[in-house]
């Protein structure tokens, strides 16, 4: 049970599920702090503005009304100048009896302010402009401290205060609600973010359900979901291309080790089989020596097979060491030809260079001798005798040398032309033990000449000449 909670912890499911609740949480609580702060200033700007507005309103009306404060005399109506005052402002301050403190001055002298000052009064701030906005804090009349607006004109001086209180209440009141919410958000946000997380690695799930029933005996199948161009999409699309590697690279293992044995198989077959022959009865010294040498030969044969294999080995993990050199191309082919002429002598068949072009190449000499020589040792072995095979150089365009391998004999049949460079595959009429192909000298040539940027062609006409011919880079 604990690991499969530890498992859960661990999960991908789990971890998107924490990023995207922390991050709901934290973008809400961003927003809640803007919302606060563009409230606290849009109501602080608004205030500022009512305060203006009303004390603008209230001087007008003073000047308007042209009220002799110095020379005023008790009526039946206006006991004090303040009754007066009122009477004139009554519609501009009705609306705001409660919160608002008022306060006019005439010539420094109050001569009204608002029965919510009680025994306060608001002081003149001494500046050049004649509206002013400024914040001061008076205990008896709030707690926060109290906005206020002056405005002077014509002996008047219009005091309009209102305390901040009242603001800050409201914002409180909200961010409370928000502290509320918050939790709930949360909350809402962690099964959101587990359902879309579920949602969005539901696929991953059914590919790793599909990927754990594939095993080397159905690397056929392939896993569903690669018609899809997102993220999951391209992922099944690479898996599905990395499965298809996979079979390809057993398939040839399976290949290579059935061909392997079995070309291993004969020639040991063969000396076994003659070795026990010899055993079983005396022989003379002559007929010794044919044994002899017919085990040499096979013997010869399976040190081949095993060259090959070893070096095909080696280019499959990258372990040939290319050295390239640049040389003469003409002189190369002369002096592979000359080492080269005694490999016909037995079928009676000339080996000779016909190469002037002038040119350079540059390659790992080593490695494209035992090239040219596996395509010599063919063209002797399926020419016909008493013939020749050239050995070719030739610009083939502006950047290429051409190298061919020619010979006359029984040729390639045209099926088998694009396949003879297939490892372990064999035209028909060279499994025999005479000629003793086992598929690999081919394959081997075609490796060297890729392993130089280079390319390995093939062109035969039945009962006719055969060409093999390789295009190369030339040297600078």
């Known amino acids: 049970m604990f690991q499969k909670f530890k498992l859960f912890l661990s999960s991908t499911r789990f971890k998107t599920t924490i990023w995207y609740s922390t991050l709901f949480l934290v973008l809400e609580l961003l927003l809640g702090i803007f919302i606060y702060l563009y409230l606290y200033d849009n109501l602080m ?265 070893f070096f095909i080995s080696k280019i499959d993990h990258s372990l040939i060491d290319i050295k390239k050199e640049k040389i003469n191309l003409d002189e190369y082919l002369q002096n592979t030809v000359n080492n080269l002429k005694i490999i016909g002598v037995e079928k009676n068949i000339s080996l000779v260079a016909d190469s002037r072009t002038n040119s350079n190449v540059e390659i790992d000499k080593e490695l494209m001798t035992q090239a040219l020589s596996n395509l010599i040792d063919n063209a002797i072995k399926y020419g016909e005798e008493n013939n020749v095979v050239t050995l070719k150089g030739d610009i083939f365009d502006y950047n290429r040398i051409k190298i061919s391998v020619l010979n006359k004999g029984e040729g390639i049949p045209q099926e088998s032309v694009s396949k003879i460079f297939d490892r372990f595959y064999r035209v028909e009429s060279s499994r025999n033990r005479k000629t003793g192909g086992v598929g690999l000298g081919l394959s081997v040539v075609k490796a060297i000449v890729t392993w130089h940027n280079a390319e390995i062609y093939a062109k035969s006409i039945p009962n006719g000449i055969t060409e093999f011919y390789i295009l190369l880079p030339k040297a600078a």
């Not at 409180?172 to 919410?181: D, G, V």
């Not at 909350?187 to 990927?211: E, N, Y």
Request: with cysteine; proline share 3%.
């Open 45 to 309: 700007d608004n205030l500022d503005i009512a305060l203006k507005t009303q004390a603008k309103g209230i001087l007008r009306l003073v000047m308007e009304k042209h009220m002799d404060i110095d020379n005023f005399v008790p009526d039946s109506i206006y006991t004090d100048p303040a009754d007066l005052v009122w009477d004139v402002i009554y519609n501009e301050v009705a609306s705001n009896l409660r919160n608002n403190y008022i306060q006019i001055n005439f010539k420094n002298k109050i001569v009204y302010k608002s029965a919510n000052l009680n025994e306060d009064t608001l002081s003149f701030k001494d500046k050049k402009e004649p509206m002013n906005l400024f914040y001061f804090t008076d205990t008896t009349l709030s707690q926060k401290p109290i906005r206020c607006v002056q405005l002077a004109g014509n002996n008047y001086k219009i005091f309009v205060a209102f305390p901040i209180q009242h603001v800050t209440q409201t914002l409180n009141s909200l961010a409370h609600i928000f502290i509320l919410l918050a939790p709930i958000f949360f909350i809402i946000s962690i099964l959101g973010g587990a359902l879309i997380s579920a949602k969005s690695l539901s696929r991953i799930d059914a590919i790793i359900k599909k990927t754990e029933e594939i095993t080397a005996l159905n690397l056929d199948e392939k896993i569903i979901g690669e018609k899809y161009s997102d993220e999951y999409g391209r992922l099944v699309k690479k898996m599905n291309e990395m499965i298809s590697r996979i079979k390809t690279s057993i398939d040839y293992m399976n290949q290579f080790s059935i061909s392997a044995a079995h070309e291993l198989k004969t020639p040991l077959t063969i000396l076994r089989g003659e070795t026990e022959i010899a055993l079983k009865s005396p022989k003379l010294p002559e007929e010794y020596i044919e044994v002899l040498k017919s085990n040499y030969e096979e013997t010869l044969r399976l040190t081949k097979i095993i060259d090959n294999l």
